[in-house]
């Protein structure tokens, strides 16, 4: 078989992107439905995501020190759908570069940091506010995505695998969030359908926040309804360890 030229694989993307932007208000609808699909708060068992696990890749920019560094872990997250509104408790654990744990039971958030024999604890956001004040929204708040973002393509509208791009800026002023790059699996249009397989639909996010900083991750080996118990995402704060609690309502990772 021929190789492809590298001129041929361009012209094939220009005519792909093009034809997404002939039908993208389309398309990003079904794009953006598929996508709160699975997290919808009145969800049937069986047919929504109800938990997750992944593997983590992590890269953060810090835009003040002009500095990057490097992560990897595991992140839990169960989607409480008791209430009204989608309730999210997750647990992120990192091994590099050091080993720390973010942890919430859907109502307050613990950042453990065993070398420093600290635990910081705040309340977690409040899911019903206006603002996007959580940095983990592109984890936690996707079944209210359209109602918190403006979401358009990012450019390129597609990956080198043909997944989608968006670009998500928050509706209301964010001291945390300036703007959200997802790369979505390019199945999700079909997600609404009874018969779709489930699939955890992000693949990439990165969150830009202030000072030009931005953080991308990148989750591997998904799995989903695995059918993780509210006891998993409890904390309790080891004995000796000092407890900050600051007066702003945020948490960072």
């Known amino acids: 078989m021929k190789h492809i030229s590298i001129f041929a694989v361009l012209l094939l993307t220009l005519l792909t992107t093009s034809a997404l932007a002939n039908g993208s208000d389309e398309l990003l609808d079904k794009v953006v439905r598929g996508l709160e699909y699975q997290f919808r708060p009145n969800a049937a068992p069986g047919t929504s995501i109800e938990d997750l696990q992944a593997d983590f890749l992590q890269q953060a920019y810090l835009g003040s020190l002009d500095r990057v560094e490097e992560g990897q872990g595991r992140v839990a997250v169960r989607f409480d759908r008791s209430g009204k509104q989608l ?7 990192y091994q590099l570069p050091s080993v720390q744990q973010i942890i919430s039971d859907g109502r307050t958030v613990w ?27 592109f984890l936690t708040g996707l079944g209210q995505m359209s109602k918190r973002f403006t979401v358009t393509w990012a450019s390129p509208a597609l990956d080198a695998q043909g997944n989608y791009r968006l670009l998500l ?19 999700v249009v079909a997600y609404a359908s009874p018969a779709q397989r489930l699939v ?54």
Not at 87 to 93: A, D, Y
Not at 169 to 187: G, N, Q, T, Y
């Open 87 to 93: 309730q999210p408790r997750f647990r992120w654990e």
């Open 111 to 137: 950042v453990y940091l065993p070398e420093n024999q600290q635990v910081i604890e705040s309340p977690l956001p409040d899911e019903n506010s206006e603002g996007v004040e959580d940095p983990l929204a």
């Open 169 to 187: 800026k928050p509706r209301k002023p964010s001291a945390i969030i300036e703007r959200l790059e997802l790369v979505i699996d390019r199945a």
């Open 200 to 253: 955890y639909p992000v693949r990439i996010a990165t969150v830009f926040g202030p000072n030009e900083s931005r953080t991308t991750i990148t989750f591997r080996n998904v799995r989903i309804n695995q059918g993780l118990k509210d006891s998993f995402f409890d904390f309790t704060v080891p004995e000796g360890i000092e407890v900050l609690r600051p007066d702003q309502q945020q948490f960072g990772f």
